[in-house]
Structure formats: structure tokens, C-alpha cells
């Protein structure tokens, strides 16, 4: 069984300190992808790491692949109250007869106070 | 930009009733998904559906559980008899890569199914 553990549960900060999210696994995954959560509402797709040590920025958001595949990390640099939600690492299981489904974290919920 | 809708939005409903989610997955898309997650819980695999027939399901997924995609564009979840324990958010998700290195799916905003 591929299992996701993230870190911290929960982080509460204030506007414009710098936090990182957590995601490992004892498994190597072909991909990792983070989501974000809003209370009521889908996941909604932030980004997909692929390589091994790959990075990718989207604005404040800096994601970390693992070397080995098997970790991530996010980085919010000069957080704002508007990044305050759930944030969501998920991997597919791939291979055999999988068709690709996801494996969640139980998510780190972010609240960034003004 | 194109997502993936679903109805209805909250769906109330006494055990032992009929349910039907309803999604409408991406057009181009070729793989989808059905997830839930219970208040306070991780987001939970149900079933994966690809060419027309069920490709994997979960423990979660048994005989009271069943998925269609009736025509081209829509894609259904039925609980024929629904529990207590049934009540969750369930997504809707879908998929276009043929590339196994991303595996990227969009979900859609969820049906909150509560059971009374």
C-alpha cells in the first residue's frame, strides 16, 4: 500500500512569513501532485512534479520533487491571507493494472493571519 | 477554461434509498474517477472507469455501488441503497494523459451526499 504522510496538520502563520508543507512516502510515485482545498469545494490542481529533484514556481509557490521520488515538499515564500486553505498532496499508482488513482495525504490546512 | 461539473450540489436522502451523482467530466478526457471523503478524512479512491468499463475499484466500491457513462458526455455514480456511513463529499474526476509520468486529473466541485 502507497501511503502519503504530510507535515505539518496544521500551520498557522502570520502575513508574510515563509512555510513549508511536507510530503512523504516510503514508496517511490511516478508523479506527485499538490491541491488546494476550499471548505465545500473539489481539489483544484496546482501543479505536477514529474523528475526526480524537479522544482516548479508558480508565483510564491515553490514545489520540490524528491531526488528519489518519494517526497515533496511545498514552499510558500511571504505568505498572504489569500493562501490561507487546504493544501493536498496526492500520487497515482501506476503500473500493472492501475489506471492511475490517486493517493491523498490527509492535507496540511494553512491559515495565514493578517 | 473547460472542468468538470457535477450535480447536484447536496443531495439529501433516507437510508435504504436510491442515489444518482451526476458529472460531466472533461470533453477531451479519456479516464475517469470517482472519490469521496468523509468529514474530517483523507480524499478516498472509489472506482476508475476507462473505454467504457470499470478498470479498477476500491474495497469501498462493492455490489450496492455502480458507475455509467450512458452517452459521451456524462458520467454517473449510483448507491442503490444508501447507509448512514454513505454520507461524504463524492468527486467527480477526470483525466486526459495517455503519458503514465503525469497522471494528472481535475476534479470536479463535489456533491454532498448526507443519508438521514
Known amino acids: 500500500t502507497q501511503l502519503l504522510e504530510q507535515s505539518p496538520q496544521f500551520l498557522s502563520i502570520q502575513e508574510g512569513e515563509n512555510l513549508t508543507v511536507y510530503c512523504n512516502s516510503s514508496s517511490v510515485f511516478s508523479s506527485l501532485q499538490w491541491y488546494r482545498q476550499e471548505p465545500g469545494e473539489g481539489p483544484v490542481l496546482l501543479v505536477t512534479?514529474?523528475?526526480?529533484?524537479e522544482v516548479k514556481k508558480l508565483k510564491r509557490l515553490t514545489f520540490q520533487f524528491g531526488d528519489a521520488r518519494k517526497d515533496s515538499s511545498l514552499h510558500i515564500t511571504a505568505a498572504q491571507t489569500g493562501d490561507t486553505g487546504l493544501y493536498l498532496c496526492a500520487g497515482p499508482h501506476a503500473g500493472g493494472t492501475s489506471y492511475g488513482k490517486l493517493t491523498f495525504g490527509q492535507g496540511t490546512i494553512l491559515t495565514v493571519h493578517p | 477554461e473547460p472542468e468538470v461539473t457535477q450535480t447536484p450540489s447536496h443531495q439529501v436522502t433516507q437510508m435504504g434509498q436510491e442515489v444518482i451523482l451526476r458529472c460531466v467530466p472533461i470533453?477531451?478526457?479519456?479516464?475517469f474517477y470517482w472519490y469521496r471523503q468523509i468529514l474530517g478524512q483523507k480524499v478516498e479512491f472509489l472506482v476508475s472507469f476507462y473505454n467504457n468499463e470499470i478498470s479498477e475499484k476500491s474495497e469501498i466500491f462493492d455490489d450496492q455501488f455502480s458507475v455509467e457513462r450512458p452517452d459521451g458526455s456524462n458520467f454517473t455514480l449510483k448507491i442503490r441503497s444508501t447507509k448512514l456511513e454513505d454520507s461524504a463529499m463524492y468527486f467527480c474526476?477526470?483525466?486526459?494523459?495517455?503519458?503514465?509520468?503525469?497522471?494528472?486529473?481535475?476534479f470536479g466541485p463535489g456533491t454532498r451526499l448526507t443519508v438521514t
Open positions: 470533453s477531451n478526457h479519456l479516464y
Open positions: 512534479v514529474v523528475t526526480g529533484g
Open positions: 474526476a477526470s483525466r486526459f494523459s495517455v503519458a503514465k509520468s503525469s497522471y494528472e486529473q481535475y
